[in-house]
T-cell receptor, first 111, second 119 residues
Framework: DAKTTQPNSMESNEEEPVHLPCNHSTISGTDYIHWYRQLPSQGPEYVIHGLTSNVNNRMASLAIAEDRKSSTLILHRATLRDAAVYYCILRNSNSGYALNFGKGTSLLVTP | GAVVSQHPSWVICKSGTSVKIECRSLDFQATTMFWYRQFPKQSLMLMATSNEGSKATYEQGVEKDKFLINHASLTLSTLTVTSAHPEDSSFYIC???????????????FGNGTRLTVT
């Protein structure tokens, strides 16, 4: 499976935008880029996913590089409730459609 | 939105006993569910894939006789930790895809996890 690389941690001020990077240089043409987040003591929560084009939803935006070797999850205005571990995961049929989690990025949001 | 319910949210059991964890898809059918385990300060590790009407598929290193999975209906999968030992203490999380599992385009919905402590 293609791997992703994320910073271990990031810090943001409340109400500021946050850009969470993810590198996936070995991505294949059939890999979807999925983002999930996990709040403390909870199961992961779906955030957003995309294939080639940038995507927006009520939670976040996903910017995908033209060569698809990297992507960025954008939280437009961080709140304290956005403090979580964010996982960037590639998903395709070879993984049986399960998600293989890496270490993710731990986001700290300060007031 | 789609919801996956997991029960119990926490359980404490004595070493040698068995514990059953339930995972239900509340407003959609799930022919496949995934079971994960998460140790403190670590990421989620996929344990097994639960398939409705057939045997579960286990990841390498996961003992199928210790972690019994039953996918009895399109909305329920159970994980039974048999003869639990303290090293089985962990956070167990289930998930299910909404929509056709054959699509890598389908988000996975997760339960809120079960904290198992074996004394």
């Amino acid at each position: 499976d293609a791997k992703t690389t994320q910073p271990n941690s990031m810090e943001s001020n409340e109400e500021e935008p946050v850009h969470l990077p993810c590198n996936h240089s070995t991505i294949s043409g059939t890999d979807y880029i999925h983002w999930y987040r996990q709040l403390p003591s909870q199961g992961p929560e779906y955030v957003i996913h995309g294939l080639t084009s940038n995507v927006n939803n009520r939670m976040a935006s996903l910017a995908i590089a033209e060569d698809r070797k990297s992507s960025t999850l954008i939280l437009h205005r961080a709140t304290l409730r956005d403090a979580a571990v964010y996982y960037c995961i590639l998903r395709n049929s070879n993984s049986g459609y399960a998600l293989n989690f890496g270490k993710g990025t731990s986001l700290l949001v300060t007031p | 939105g789609a919801v996956v319910s997991q029960h119990p949210s926490w359980v404490i059991c004595k070493s040698g006993t068995s514990v059953k964890i339930e995972c239900r898809s509340l407003d959609f059918q799930a022919t496949t569910m995934f079971w994960y385990r998460q140790f403190p300060k670590q990421s989620l590790m996929l344990m097994a894939t639960s398939n409705e009407g057939s045997k579960a598929t286990y990841e390498q290193g996961v003992e199928k006789d210790k972690f019994l999975i039953n996918h009895a209906s399109l909305t329920l999968s159970t994980l039974t930790v048999t003869s639990a030992h303290p090293e089985d203490s962990s956070f167990y999380i289930c998930s299910a895809p909404q929509g056709a599992v054959s699509g890598s385009n389908s988000p996975l919905h997760f339960g809120n996890g079960t904290r198992l402590t074996v004394t």
